[in-house]
């Protein structure tokens, strides 16, 4: 491209990479908007272009030498207020600045959020927790059904949250020997620390104490008479069963109103965190996504934002649609930078994936299809959005951000690693047994336990 530097080139490749679609706009909006083109002007470039980034490259020949490093970067700063994974693209630090947090999306913001009082368990009935290893032995019978790849693709069982993809070391990342969490002032993240065989320590910051202590009862101790999770094994968190409507008369609008009632199955070292809650309303959201685009405008994600998570949940109602999901972890690479831990989806096999998406999104959505087969291309239009969702919902940016930390002790573990300062029992935070979904709202219901049968459902 005429006189454009290669760190130009380089960054426009990127910024197409993002720009192709989801909420940033369409790609000729930016061609008019950013770049200055007419109608026609940026109609024919897309036309004639392979790529939206082409498109972009051979814009900046009608824009002002002076005008063109201003031009990416204000279109850097269009795209890094969407996708936060922006702000982790090494092509377009010089256009914005580096990221503050090499280990990951930062969580110091994190707080409690607001939750649905628990109702009592009703007389004889089990809790969510309780109820995890007889529904796991009900629907899990060989250890070949326990392995994560058939747990992710599987109709039954955890209709829900599934993690243990695989997980690697980078080649300049030794052997792990030992962990260690450091927990931080009350109420904030601590911080997980690996010992290398190397004599080396490295750091990775910004943990939840609960994000810690389910990770480390999920591997390497048991919790509530559930065994960690050997290796290749898929670790279910939660799962959402026997779903039955339920009709009620609403004291505001005398009007007759139908909900949806489900029991919970929950892992139990999240029972008792808010964590556990933020897995069940990841679960149950796209169930009634109107709650989540609500969501996402109080967060003010804006309309660009709104647009594109309704569509992509609209989306997934195909003609083969069997009304389940799961929602897994992706396949991830621990490595080091500097003095720190840092964790990345592993690169995909054709390197489409931008790096700052690599470095922010950790899991993906799988709607279940008739043929025995999941939805991949709803799964990967989830996965480029999921910097949108964890940017609009707590409840997402929860989730993704415990399964980098569960796949740093899930590698460790593989490597016999020691632990050495165990995460201490967080505050207790009351986890529900059931939900219900209204329109507008996801509360906590008491059990229902209808059928015998717990590994069926219907969404």
């Known amino acids: 491209m005429d006189r454009l530097s290669p760190q130009a080139v380089t960054a426009l490749d990127t910024l197409g990479q993002y720009c192709s679609r989801g909420p940033v706009g369409t790609p000729q909006a930016i061609l008019m908007e950013n770049f200055g083109l007419s109608k026609v002007q940026s109609y024919q470039l897309l036309r004639e272009s392979n790529s939206t980034a082409e498109a972009f ?4 020949t009608y ?3 002076q005008e063109r490093i201003p031009t990416i970067s204000r279109l850097t700063s269009r795209v890094s207020q969407k996708y936060e994974a922006a702000s982790y693209e090494p092509s377009l630090g010089q256009f914005l600045g580096p990221p503050s947090v090499p280990s990951g999306p930062d ?4 707080g409690t959020e607001a939750r649905s009082k628990i109702p009592p368990l009703p007389a004889g009935s089990v809790s969510s927790a309780e109820r995890y290893i007889p529904f796991r032995a009900e629907n899990y019978t060989s250890e070949a059904s326990m392995v994560f790849s058939s747990m992710a693709v599987e109709v039954e069982g955890f209709g829900g949250i599934v993690f243990g993809n695989q997980v690697n070391a980078a080649p300049s990342l030794p052997h792990i020997t030992a962990m260690s969490f450091k927990p931080g002032p009350v109420g904030r993240p601590g911080t997980i620390q690996v010992y290398l065989a190397n004599n080396m320590s490295y750091e990775f910051k910004n943990v939840p104490l609960e994000d810690a202590y389910a990770a480390y009862h999920m591997t390497f101790a048991a919790a509530g008479g559930v065994s960690p999770a050997k290796a290749n094994e898929g670790i279910g968190l939660v799962g959402l069963t026997d779903n039955h409507p339920s009709i009620r008369c609403s004291a505001t609008t005398l009007r007759v109103e139908e909900s949806s009632v489900f029991d919970v199955v929950m892992h139990p070292a999240l029972a008792g965190t808010d964590l556990g809650w933020a897995a069940v309303m990841v679960d149950a959201l796209p169930i009634q996504p109107s709650i989540l685009l609500k969501q996402a405008d109080s967060a003010g994600l804006g309309t660009e934002s709104h647009q594109a998570l309704d569509a992509l949940f609209d989306s997934m109602h195909t003609k083969t649609f069997l009304h389940n999901w799961k929602v897994v972890d992706v396949p991830m690479t621990v490595t080091l930078e500097g003095n720190e831990i840092v964790v990345l989806r592993s690169p995909d096999h054709d390197g489409s994936l931008p790096e700052g998406l690599r470095r922010t999104a950790f899991i993906e959505m799988r709607p279940m299809l008739k043929q025995g087969e999941f939805d ?5 239009a989830f996965y480029q959005l999921v910097p949108v969702l964890t940017k609009g919902s707590y409840d997402y940016r929860r989730l993704n951000r415990f399964a980098a930390v569960l796949a740093i002790f899930r590698l460790a573990k593989s490597h016999d690693a020691t632990f050495e300062v165990i995460p201490p029992l967080p505050p207790k935070v009351a986890t529900p047994d ?10 906590a219901a ?3 336990a209808i059928r015998s049968k717990t590994g069926s459902r219907y969404r």
């Open 376 to 380: 991949q291309d709803f799964a990967t």
């Open 63 to 65: 824009v002002p030498e």
């Open 434 to 443: 059931g939900i219900r979904i209204d329109d507008d709202r996801i509360t």
């Open 57 to 60: 490259k051979r814009a900046m």
């Open 446 to 448: 008491p059990q229902q």
């Open 107 to 110: 969580v110091e913001g994190l």
